[in-house]
Structures are given as structure tokens and as C-alpha cells.
């Protein structure tokens, strides 16, 4: 079975800039994160969708991020437009409804860069 | 509000020494406790949690954590080092409802050499 996997693992863009970051989480699961490590700094919760509905979105940092979740599937994050401070690695992990982040599975993240 | 303190950003041991890795969090309850590594290009994988009963818990590839809380601490140990165990060490609390985000602390790198 395929775990998390999250597309491009790298993308390196200019500041102002739109980036789509895309996560497929493990088949069924119904809970699906998004992180994001700065470097040098913890990893930290950006927000929590169940199935196509964000349960908990009060680790985005600002309107210039965008998550989405069409039918429950697949994600994606948007940054539009870019600044430098966004560069570091998004993390995604998926679930199982009824086990939340005590079971989460991670892809192996977005490095993005913002130059 | 919940922290996780990994006080090392960087360890070095040699192959076959044994290894110590702390982690103190803050938290009003005891937490679920987890630890999590990331070896070079994957993803985040979890080597061992914590929820209740034995304190000392053991893991993959030969890892041990021991759950001490009188000093809010969650140290990850293993007794002999292989080269393949160089990556990055986190170390996560989630609160006992397992409903809010984890919390991780900033990493620790281990490097190993011969």
C-alpha cells in the first residue's frame, strides 16, 4: 500500500510567486495535516482537514495560504504570493477517522525555497 | 500551552557507542509522547510513542524511550549506534484526547561516525 506522498519534494521560486504544494494521503484515511518546519526551528500545525472539511485551520500563518480538499481526496496548499519567510519543509500526514494524530502517517515533505 | 524542549540541535557518536537523545515537555497532564525520525530525502517516521502503563518503551530499529514524569522528560536511547541511524530525532506531545496537533520540539541531528 502507498504511504503519504507529497509532490514536488522540491520547488524553488521568486518571491511573489504562486506555489501549489499537493499531498495524497494514504487510501481511507479521512484525517489529513499539513506542517510546516522552518529551519532551524520546530515543526509546527498549519491545519487539519476531515474528509473535504477543515477541522482546525489556526496554525496558517496568513491569507496568503490556501488549502484545499476537493472531495476528500487529495490536498493541496497554495502560497500566493510567496515571501521569503515561507521557505522551509510542508509536511503532510493522514489518518485514519477516529484516530487522530496519535496514528498519523507523514509524507516526506516539500522543501520550498523562496529566493 | 504545550512545549517540547530538545535541548542537543546537534549529536555526534561513534559507530557502536551508545546514545542518549533528551526531550522535556510542558504540559499541564501527561501527554501522549512520541518520537519521530527523519533520515535524509524521506518523510517523518515514527519510531516509538508513549501513551499509558510500562514507562520504558521500546521501538523500531532497536530504540528505547523512557517516559519519566517527575522530570517531564521522554529520552530516546539506544545501546549500540549504527552508521544508518544518522538523521534527524523528533521528539512530539499530543494532548490525552489525541484531538489537537502535535507538538514537536526543534530536532536533534545525529551524526555517527566510524
Known amino acids: 500500500e502507498a504511504g503519504v506522498t507529497q509532490f514536488p519534494s522540491h520547488s524553488v521560486i521568486e518571491k511573489g510567486q504562486t506555489v501549489t504544494l499537493r499531498c495524497d494521503p494514504i487510501s481511507g484515511h479521512d484525517n489529513l495535516y499539513w506542517y510546516r518546519r522552518v529551519m532551524g526551528k520546530e515543526i509546527k500545525f498549519l491545519l487539519h482537514?476531515?474528509?473535504?472539511?477543515?477541522?482546525?485551520e489556526s496554525g496558517m500563518p496568513n491569507n496568503r495560504f490556501l488549502a484545499e480538499r476537493t472531495g476528500g481526496t487529495y490536498s493541496t496548499l497554495k502560497v500566493q504570493p510567496a515571501e521569503l519567510e515561507d521557505s522551509g519543509v510542508y509536511f503532510c500526514?493522514?489518518?485514519?477517522?477516529?484516530?487522530?494524530?496519535?496514528?498519523?502517517?507523514f509524507g516526506q515533505g516539500t522543501r520550498l525555497t523562496v529566493v | 500551552a504545550q512545549s517540547v524542549t530538545q535541548p542537543d540541535i546537534h549529536i555526534t557518536v561513534s559507530e557502536g557507542a551508545s546514545l542518549e537523545l533528551r526531550c522535556n515537555y510542558s504540559?499541564?497532564?501527561?501527554?501522549?509522547l512520541f518520537w519521530y525520525v527523519q533520515s535524509p530525502g524521506q518523510g517523518l517516521q515514527l519510531l516509538l510513542k508513549?501513551?499509558?502503563?510500562?514507562?520504558l518503551v521500546q521501538g523500531i530499529k532497536g530504540f528505547e524511550a523512557e517516559f519519566k514524569r517527575s522530570q517531564s522528560s521522554f529520552n530516546l536511547r539506544k545501546p549500540s549506534v549504527h552508521w544508518s541511524d544518522a538523521a534527524e530525532y523528533f521528539c512530539a506531545v499530543v494532548d490525552f484526547s489525541g484531538n489537537t496537533p502535535l507538538v514537536f520540539g526543534k530536532g536533534t541531528r545525529l551524526s555517527v561516525i566510524a
Open positions: 482537514f476531515v474528509k473535504e472539511s477543515k477541522q482546525d
Open positions: 500526514a493522514s489518518s485514519l477517522l477516529g484516530q487522530p494524530n496519535t496514528e498519523a502517517f
Open positions: 504540559y499541564g497532564a501527561t501527554p501522549y
Open positions: 508513549y501513551f499509558s502503563g510500562d514507562t
